[in-house]
């Protein structure tokens, strides 16, 4: 639109005052207005959506006022420009003008043409103004109360004093519940030197990114996050903070490291079988002429050492042969399966163990949850696994071992977890090596076995374990397509 020229409505039932004001606009050297003239509310009602840059009103017109017209305009056009005109000054006028959103109040004759255009100027400035902070003020509470991401004001103490409903979800935080308390975010942060640099960066009014933590959210549960930390321009006391959980990048780049080191391992396993089973068959090959050829004194004098070569070469090959099954992916029988009916029928496989130990089972399933596309007899292998690890994670006490199933952002979730004994730190990286074992007859491939049949899938598996407080296996599927399973 051009700046210089402007179209104005003149809402007034005297002609002359018309004419007046025409004749003063037109002096105007800056810019050009065309003056449309409305002598009647009537009249003015049926012209407001004809475009109009700026609307001059009387505040007098017969039956009814100025005042009215202001309101229908405001009603149909929320921020136009609007300036009210009276015979003689008045505060009333002008308090009842400025109340129902006039721009400006002007009294006819105590203004020249300088006057009157700057007046419209102003107000047409102050309505577009007013009008994109209207649009900036929807798009941030658009992106407020959208956003994914938790968004927080608290003041210096750290008071929360609003949040967004990501926020509210995540940390189970609800003003309106009865037994509702005043939350300080610093108490959500779980270590006491966070705590204090957090509450420092505040009272210092700096402002930061990615201040790394560990905060408590609902139920207990801990998150890592990112807090970055902005002072709120309209007040240097409050601080809007947006905090970005990282749990699921966490989660992806341990799915992605796991997979490579997954595929290394396999690498290596092909290489070993491949430069140990050569010279291991020409052993074996040597070992059987030997037993043909040495006289029967000397072999009866050796013993059964020829025997032992070959026991123990067949025992290498055995091993290397597990070795590359536990770490080649295989060919899959996939069809829709229920993952409670598959946890259900890999417990039953254990149900002897448990029983003996006098375990207690407690399941948490999901009635509702989706498909999952897979080959049954390998899930269930993986499962056994890993229900079979829980409880002999459990032989010393008797103990508890849950099974839990949820529905997730497209996955399908399995927890399985004991309350025994639980896992060195040290070790928790090397669960998943083969040959890798704290039982002392264990080949330390079952782990391994179980990750290859998960990530063949395109799942993936993780484990977390506190010493003597238990151990808990993730696993996670993608949803199948959303059929009725073929088999539950």
Known sequence: MNRDFFKVLYVDDDLDDFLLVKSLLRQSRSSQFELIHANSYEAALAMIDEGFDVFLVDYKLGKNTGIDVLEAIKTRLRHAPVIILTGMESSHADQAAMEFGASDYLVKGGFNAQMLERTIRYAIRDAALHESLEIAGKKFKNIFERSADPIVLVNADSLVLDANPSFSKKFDYDPGKDDFYPLYLKNLIVEEKDQ?????????????????????????QTIEALISIARDESDEELFQLMIKDLTLLKVQEEDLYNMRKFSSTGRMARILAHEVKNPLTTILLSAEQLGFELPDPVLKESGDLVDVIKKNCARINQLITQLLESTRFS?????????????????????????????????????????????????????VNLIVNAVEAMDENPGSLTLKTRSKGGKCLIEITDDGKGIPPEHI??????????????????????????????????????????TTFFISFDHAEMEQPENN
């Open 331 to 383: 060919d899959l029988d996939l069809q829709h399966w229920d993952i409670n009916t598959l946890l259900e029928e890999s417990l039953e496989l254990v149900k002897d163990r448990i029983n003996l130990q006098k375990l207690t089972v407690i399941k948490d399933y999901q009635e509702d949850i989706c498909a999952i596309n897979v080959d049954a007899d390998k899930v269930k292998i993986a499962f």
């Open 196 to 220: 204090l640099h957090f509450g420092t960066l505040l009272h210092s009014k700096r402002e930061f990114s990615d201040f790394q933590v560990k905060l408590t959210i609902r139920q207990g």
């Open 429 to 470: 990286d090397r669960l998943f090596e083969p040959f890798y074992t704290s039982k002392p007859t264990g080949s330390g491939l079952g782990l391994t076995n179980t990750q290859n049949i998960i990530l063949s899938h395109g799942g993936s598996i993780r484990v977390k374990s506190d010493r003597n407080a238990g």
